[in-house]
């Protein structure tokens, strides 16, 4: 499996940008990390397809982004609103293709590919 991530960008506190990841092969789960400069990579959003593609976030995050996927398409996104400074970071998508429990998704040697990375930069 090929991950392809793209959209990332400049933007100001506040503004709204959406991430995509294109998939070149069934998975059965897929996920967002990001590594900030300096700080080890973390969870930020993971989709279980085989579970009614249920969503997951971390709590730094709920309730400003969304993740997302296109099944026609296999591309995965990633909606960021209300960004803030601290959500700079490149960030990754990864997938793994077979399904975990839920504990297991947040880490990263859960999943089996991994996408190039995108930098997001919010600035104040």
């Known amino acids: 499996v090929q991950l392809q991530a793209s959209g990332g960008g400049l933007v100001q506190a506040g503004d709204s940008l959406r991430l995509s990841c294109a998939a070149s092969?069934?998975?059965?789960?897929m996920g967002w990390f990001r590594q900030a400069p300096g700080r080890e990579r973390e969870f930020v959003a993971a989709i279980r397809r085989t579970y009614g593609n249920s969503k997951h976030y971390s709590d730094s995050v709920k309730g400003r982004f969304t993740i997302s996927i296109d099944n026609a398409e296999n591309t995965l996104y990633l909606q960021m609103n209300s960004l803030k400074p601290d959500d700079t970071a490149v960030y990754f998508c990864?997938?793994?293709?077979?399904?975990?429990?839920?504990?297991?998704?947040?880490?990263?040697?859960?999943?089996?590919?991994w996408g190039q990375g995108t930098l997001v930069t919010v600035s104040s």
């Open positions: 092969g069934r998975t059965a789960l």
């Open positions: 990864a997938a793994r293709l077979s399904a975990i429990v839920l504990s297991a998704i947040r880490l990263e040697n859960s999943y089996d590919y």
